[in-house]
């Protein structure tokens, strides 16, 4: 057998070199004949960190009033500068009933698949003209309805052509760390790295914000957004062309 020579830096086990020990742990163990057998033991995994806040949402400079305005449809997510694997796709269920999409939005990594179950006894089309998350589910009607798989990260606008006042939004992110805000704004995330990154925060009558941190974030943060998009987003058919009276009312 070899004589072993030291190496400085790692550990040599006869005519095999492992890497330094800074970086990981040999452990080696001896059985008959003389033979070494070694395991590799990769360091822990870092620690992970919790993020929460509140969204603020200003009309005209000044935190806006409670009536009519729901703060639960809006979205926070952080974007590590350094990136890890694709987050893992998703299904999640976006309802029609009694002619309002329920919930108003939805939140979900790209390639994540969202199904259109329709509740009311009448017909909906639901459609969207979001870029290459674009979509046309057809007439449709009570039943476990029709899905759209969505493959680039954006906000994704929905509509029915049947119904006009019919509108939601879907949100494809490429990160697993996003959430949902609360009825009062607040909103919270948990398993974050540590380290630089991106968050990200939106609501539908606002343009999406963005802020550069450091996890982990002392204290809780407090996010401006200002209101300046109507309550019905104004939009056409998916022919591009005005709504008329529906046969399918």
């Known amino acids: 057998m070899p004589r072993a020579g030291p190496v400085l830096g790692s550990l040599r086990l006869g005519a095999m070199s492992f890497g330094p020990l800074a970086r990981s742990v040999v452990v080696a163990a001896a059985v008959s004949g003389g033979l070494a057998v070694a395991a590799q033991v ?33 979205a926070v997510w952080f974007e590590p500068a ?3 694997a694709a987050p893992a796709a998703v299904a ?15 939140v979900v990594p790209v390639g994540s698949r ?17 870029g290459k998350n674009s979509f046309d589910l057809g007439l449709v009607g009570a039943g476990q309805g029709k899905s759209a798989t969505l493959r680039e990260a954006g906000l994704v606008r ?13 949100l494809v992110v490429q990160t697993p760390h996003y959430a949902i805000a ?6 919270a995330l948990a398993g974050l790295p540590p380290g630089p990154g991106t968050l990200h925060f939106w609501h539908e009558r606002a343009d999406p914000e963005s802020r550069r941190i450091v996890v982990p974030v002392p204290g809780e943060l407090e996010l401006e957004l200002p209101l300046v998009l109507p309550k019905v987003p104004p939009h056409k ?11 399918y009312e």
Do not use: W
């Open 114 to 130: 969202v199904t259109f179950p329709n509740r009311d006894p009448i017909l909906h089309n639901v459609f969207s003209v979001s």
């Open 182 to 187: 609360d009825a009062r704004g607040g909103f």
């Open 42 to 74: 990769g360091a822990p995994p870092p620690s992970q960190h919790r993020l929460s806040g509140r969204l603020i949402l200003l009309e005209k400079g000044r935190p806006a009033g409670e009536r009519g305005l729901d703060r639960s449809r809006a």
């Open 82 to 84: 350094r990136r890890s």
């Open 237 to 247: 058919n998916k022919l591009g062309k005005a709504y008329g009276r529906s046969a």
């Open 158 to 170: 929905v509509f029915c052509n049947v119904h006009h006042g019919m509108f939601a939004h879907v």
């Open 92 to 106: 999640a269920e976006m309802t029609t009933l009694k002619k309002q999409f329920t919930p108003q939005l939805v």
